[in-house]
């Protein structure tokens, strides 16, 4: 059951930022309402870009080659092994 909540709040925000592609989501949130923030839920020292540019040099040390601002035309699974096809 979509509730007015959903369909004047959610729904919008939900279908600009994934379009088309909304149909194919599951939407797992239901039930769980708008929790009011707290600082016991933590927050990253630095803000957003120092967690972006600390998660990139850890994945770098594990090997893993990024590709800032390439599209990805393809992700591949096999098993536990996940590659990205990139567009030329």
Same mark, same amino acid.
């Given at each position: 059951?979509?509730?007015?909540?959903?369909?004047?709040?959610?729904?919008? /925000?939900?279908?600009?930022?994934?379009?088309?592609?909304? @149909?194919? /989501?599951?939407?797992?949130?239901?039930? /769980?309402?708008?929790?009011?923030? %707290?600082?016991?839920?933590?927050?990253? @020292?630095?803000?957003? @870009?120092?967690?972006?540019?600390?998660?990139?040099? %850890?994945?770098?040390?594990?090997?893993? %080659?990024?590709?800032?601002?390439?599209?990805?035309?393809?992700?591949?699974? @096999?098993?536990?092994?996940?590659?990205?096809?990139? %567009?030329?």
């Amino acid at each position: 059951m979509v509730s007015q909540v959903d369909q004047i709040l959610w729904q919008p /925000l939900l279908e600009g930022k994934f379009g088309p592609m909304l @149909q194919k /989501l599951i939407w797992l949130g239901s039930g /769980l309402g708008i929790k009011a923030r %707290t600082p016991r839920l933590g927050t990253y @020292q630095g803000g957003f @870009q120092a967690c972006v540019e600390d998660l990139t040099v %850890t994945l770098a040390k594990c090997g893993v %080659t990024l590709h800032p601002s390439t599209p990805i035309k393809l992700i591949k699974t @096999q098993g536990k092994s996940v590659s990205l096809v990139f %567009t030329a």
